[in-house]
Nanobody, 124 residues
Framework: QVQLVESGGGLVQAGDSLRLSCAAS????????MGWFRQAPGKEREFVAA????????YYADSVKGRFTISRDNAENTVYLQMNSLKPEDTAVYYC?????????????????WGQGTQVTVSS
């Protein structure tokens, strides 16, 4: 199974940018498709963005499309989430996720591995 460690969260103002990182380790890291989810207080964990290691296919939630960009560094086994034009409604704990196979992880119930989460707070 793959292990995931996130970093890069923090407190910013509306309109600012942040970049989250997710370092993946373990056996067969490249066999997993990767993604980001988030969970705000009192709400369910929701999909944000996903990609695969090999083909570079990406997919975004409508709420972040055009503002967030998911990318990867194959040499470092690291996935990034660049978040621009942040809004107060983006405030949440952000989780890195890995799902075995080629299907992009868009459903929390099908994720195989989770990171510990990193807090992102956007003030108005």
């Amino acid at each position: 199974q793959v292990q995931l460690v996130e970093s890069g969260g923090g407190l910013v103002q509306a309109g600012d940018s942040l970049r989250l990182s997710c370092a993946a380790s373990g056996r067969a890291v490249r066999a997993y498709a990767m993604g980001w989810f988030r969970q705000a207080p009192g709400k369910e964990r929701e999909f944000v963005a996903a990609l695969n290691w090999s083909g570079g296919s990406t997919y975004y939630a409508d709420s972040v499309k055009g503002r967030f960009t998911i990318s990867r560094d194959n040499a470092e086994n690291t996935v990034y989430l660049q978040m621009n034009s942040l809004k107060p409604e983006d405030t949440a704990v952000y989780y890195c996720a890995a799902e075995y196979g080629v299907v992009l992880p868009t459903q929390a119930s099908k994720v195989d591995s989770w990171g510990q989460g990193t807090q992102v707070t956007v003030s108005s």
